[in-house]
């Protein structure tokens, strides 16, 4: 009689125990071992900005991060409304201009259903106070808001291992394949042999699928962000998760200026800055992040340190919420830094499915998104790895075949935003 299917995933941050669970709901007769160098859910998952949304420009997206926030609902449903916490908590985009679209000018399909504008200066002035009092536009996410995604994940790899997941710790040295499966070597001299592999190792995608003779069209860039308490009590607690649309050159001093200027290691702080910057409450004080390193980076578990990068988000958080610059120059401790890579396609759509290698799938590129839809995209990822054939309208546009799709290109070149909202 013919033994279990067994299925390796290699990764164990969010899409990766998000595809082991969906796939052992589904499959109840096969084995699932989940492998990772380090502790799951520990690298680029712990560092999230935890958040959710379900508005995106482009109709795929909306799709796919709106069917993630229905299966979060139904865990919650079935697991107990504690088992993690999402909060409709809100989600702002503020701009100085009235005029600035903020989200482009994609697809505009439904938009009041999604989102709220409000340009009239007197009721920003009075719904949020906090807010320079030029501000023109906050536009408001309806369903948004923050999520723990160390407990969306710890439930998942609960319940995975109740049905039966295997978590081995170990680094993959080598994937070579044996008549019709796969023999995966480890760091401590464990060999695995398996049926599929499912490549969701985040920023080190191309480590994998290297092995394999694959490389994937993505770039990993290094994106930090830091907490610091509050002492002057200038954010509410009740403050939603609050992005900064406008570009802007920081308002540093003549001296410094002049300094920046002589000393090359230090001109690009006199650079024009991106929209982006974001900012909300926590339980500790406040949550701050900036993505305007955009270089691609080699990613590695070490993540070096970045000189200024905390009295430059304060500076330019305090272009839209003025008190803050009471911090530029005092920074409350303790101060929690830490950083973790956006891996991305350059549309920033993610890669989930079949590969061009039989057996081998891969879900990744999740940048920006990836704790609000590692729920759809491990069930997409299962979809594929159990051959259903229905699969959502928007699985084509995630499918790493999509390069090779006319319309889907056609699609990708009409796009006036790189996706990153």
Same mark, same amino acid.
């Given at each position: ?26 499959? +109840? !007769?096969?084995?699932? /071992? ?6 799951? &859910?520990?690298?680029?998952? *712990? =560092? ?93 996410? +309806? !369903?948004?808001?923050? /999520? ?6 710890? &439930?998942?790899?609960?319940? *995975? =291992? ?106 690009? &702080? ?152």
């Amino acid at each position: 009689m013919q033994g279990k299917e067994t299925i390796v995933i290699c990764g164990a941050g969010i899409a990766g125990v998000a595809t082991a669970y969906y796939i052992l709901k589904e499959k +109840k !007769n096969c084995n699932v /071992i989940l492998i990772d160098k380090n502790q799951p &859910l520990s690298f680029t998952t *712990s =560092k999230s900005g935890e958040n959710f949304r379900d508005y995106w420009p482009e109709k795929n997206m909306r799709q796919f991060v709106s069917d993630s926030i229905q299966l979060m609902q139904e865990l919650k449903l079935q697991y107990g409304t504690d088992a993690f916490e999402m909060k409709n908590s809100g989600y702002n985009f503020i701009s100085h201009d009235i005029n600035n679209p903020i989200f482009g000018l994609g697809d505009q399909e439904n938009l009041t259903d999604y989102l709220v504008e409000i340009t009239n200066k007197e009721a920003i002035g009075k719904d949020f106070s906090y807010l320079d009092k030029k501000i023109e536009k906050v536009v408001r996410i +309806k !369903n948004a808001g923050k /999520i723990d995604v160390y407990d969306l994940g710890t &439930l998942l790899l609960k319940e *995975s =291992k109740n049905m039966g997941l295997n978590v081995v710790e170990g680094e993959v040295k080598s994937i070579a394949k044996t008549n019709d499966r796969f023999n995966i070597e480890l760091d401590f001299g464990q060999s695995i042999e398996t049926d599929k592999v499912v490549i969701a190792t985040g920023p080190f995608l191309n480590s994998i699928a290297n092995m394999f003779g694959l490389e994937f069209p993505i770039t990993n860039t290094l994106q930090r962000k830091f907490i610091i308490p509050d002492p002057k009590k200038i954010i509410p607690k009740t403050m939603p998760f609050t992005i900064y649309a406008d570009k802007q050159y920081l308002d540093w001093s003549t001296e410094e200026v002049e300094f920046f200027k002589s000393d090359e290691k230090y001109s690009w &702080l006199l650079k024009e800055f991106p929209g982006g910057l974001h900012i909300k409450p926590e339980t500790e004080g406040i949550k701050l992040g900036w993505a305007f390193q955009t270089e691609n980076s080699t990613p590695s578990f070490d993540i070096p340190s970045f000189e200024f990068f905390t009295q430059v988000v304060l500076k330019g958080a305090s272009k839209f919420i003025p008190e803050l610059a009471a911090y530029e120059n005092d920074i409350p401790t303790p101060l929690i830094d830490y950083a973790g890579y956006y891996t991305r396609t350059k549309e920033n759509w993610p890669l989930i499915g079949q590969t061009d290698v039989d057996n081998v799938y891969v879900i990744g590129a999740l940048a920006v998104y990836g704790t609000m839809s590692a729920c759809a995209a491990g069930k997409l990822c299962t979809s594929y790895i159990l051959g259903k054939e229905a699969l959502p309208e928007y699985a084509a546009y995630f499918h790493p075949s999509r390069y090779r799709n006319e319309k889907i290109v056609k699609a990708i070149s009409e796009l006036n935003s790189d996706g990153q909202l």
